[in-house]
Each structure stands twice: as C-alpha cells, then as structure tokens.
C-alpha cells in the first residue's frame, strides 16, 4: 500500500476484543457448513496442546512469520521439539540466491501447514493478506493440512468488515512489525479468501478466547 494509515485507538479497541460466545459459536457453525472443521481452546495453552495433538510425528510442517504462532508458543515448539521436520528452520539454512527454486517447491506442499488468518467472518469465510504470498498457496490448496489459529477478536460479520479489519488494523500493527524486525515495510500486497473448503478434514481452525496475533 502507498499510503500508512494511522491506527485509529477507537477502531483498534473493536477489532482487538475477543469476541462474545454467540458470534463464536454462529462463526463456528458457518465455518462447519463450509466444511472447515472448527475446535475451541479457552487460551492460548490450550491452543497449543491442540494444534500439536493434531500434528503427526514426523511431519514435515511448515509456517511463515506469525504473531498467533508466536505467542502461542507453537512456532518455538515446532522448532525445537525434533518431533517434526520444520521446514522453516530448513529453509533459513539454505541458499536463497543458489536454491530458491527448492525452497520454493519444498514450501509450496508441506504435510502440515500452520498460521493463522487476518479475519474470519461470521459467515463463515477466512480472509489473509500477505505481503509475498508464500503462505497463501499452502492454505488454498498445496497443503496436505492446514492447522489456523485465529483469536476470537478476528471475528467480524462479513467480508467487508473483513477487508477493512485488514487495511485498517492489521496492516499498521504489521507494518511496524515489518520495519523493526526486516527494515522495510509490509504490503497489502495479495489477500486470500476462503469461503469452502473441498477435501474434508483439510483445514482446521482452532478459535482461541483470548486475543492472539493482529
């Protein structure tokens, strides 16, 4: 995007409040029908014994740069545990001027795919924004599975709340994050919408009560 928008305190407090149980549970019955299979997790603890529980050994899995993940404590785990092959910790130990079309074929298809979305709506659809794009093909189709762990204060009711949730207060809180850990700024550069998904058991989104991510 051109233009930062600053992070308005107002806006802010409504899309960083987990949501209230009866849009949970509606968002969750929608997601259902869309066949995206939907578990609860009181915080992110739970979150995170869920998430594992549904990784088989060995997996190869794979995950981009995410706040959810981070603060869950489910990238460091998958890191570190030597359960799984984790191909982000392959990836930053290969060459991406000599083997960027490996690293590009090795991520593009994980086993298991981990992250989490910008917004998921009360009726039923997941919306990302990225700015390379690399996580968006795993989520849409290359993933064997696909694990999102989306805090309730994503929950918005369509997607036109859903879009403005991303332009309006993800992107600023991402685009700080971007410049201090990258020194360059984030995009908006390439959104992904979910609205069903085909293969049962494919994706499965775990709603966290409390507030996780941007």
Same mark, same amino acid.
Request: proline letters at 4%.
């Given at each position: 995007?051109?233009?930062?928008?600053?992070?308005?305190?107002?806006?802010?407090?409504?899309?960083?409040?987990?949501?209230?149980?009866?849009?949970?549970?509606?968002? /969750?019955?929608?997601?259902?029908?869309?066949?995206?299979?939907?578990?609860?997790?009181?915080?992110?603890?739970?979150?995170?014994?869920?998430?594992?529980?549904?990784?088989?050994?060995?997996?190869?899995?794979?995950?981009?740069?995410?706040?959810?993940?981070?603060?869950? *404590?489910?990238?460091?785990?998958? /890191?570190?545990? *030597?359960?799984?092959?984790?191909?982000?910790?392959?990836?930053?130990?290969?060459?991406?001027?000599?083997?960027?079309?490996?690293?590009?074929?090795?991520?593009?298809?994980?086993?298991?795919?981990?992250?989490?979305?910008? /917004?998921?709506?009360?009726?039923?659809?997941?919306?990302?924004?990225?700015?390379?794009?690399?996580?968006?093909?795993?989520?849409?189709?290359?993933?064997?599975?696909?694990?999102?762990?989306?805090?309730?204060?994503?929950?918005?009711? =369509?997607?036109?709340?859903?879009?403005?949730?991303? =332009?309006?207060?993800?992107?600023?809180?991402?685009?700080?994050?971007?410049?201090?850990?990258?020194?360059?700024?984030?995009?908006?550069?390439?959104?992904?919408?979910?609205?069903?998904?085909?293969?049962? *058991?494919?994706?499965?989104?775990?709603?966290?009560?409390?507030?996780?991510?941007?």
């Amino acid at each position: 995007m051109s233009e930062i928008k600053p992070l308005n305190s107002t806006l802010g407090r409504g899309f960083s409040a987990p949501a209230e149980d009866s849009r949970v549970m509606r968002t /969750a019955a929608a997601l259902e029908e869309h066949g995206i299979t939907v578990l609860r997790a009181a915080n992110a603890a739970v979150a995170k014994r869920i998430v594992l529980d549904l990784i088989p050994a060995g997996s190869q899995v794979h995950h981009g740069a995410s706040q959810s993940l981070e603060a869950s *404590g489910i990238a460091g785990q998958i /890191a570190g545990s *030597g359960r799984y092959e984790s191909l982000r910790s392959r990836v930053f130990g290969m060459d991406r001027a000599t083997q960027a079309d490996e690293i590009r074929r090795l991520t593009a298809s994980p086993d298991v795919m981990l992250g989490s979305v910008h /917004a998921v709506t009360e009726t039923g659809s997941l919306v990302t924004a990225s700015a390379s794009g690399s996580q968006l093909g795993p989520y849409a189709a290359g993933a064997g599975k696909v694990i999102l762990v989306v805090g309730t204060q994503k929950i918005v009711p =369509d997607l036109k709340d859903a879009l403005r949730r991303i =332009d309006d207060y993800a992107f600023p809180l991402e685009d700080a994050r971007a410049q201090a850990a990258y020194g360059m700024h984030s995009g908006v550069n390439k959104v992904l919408i979910i609205n069903r998904e085909w293969i049962p *058991g494919r994706i499965t989104v775990v709603l966290c009560d409390e507030a996780l991510g941007f």
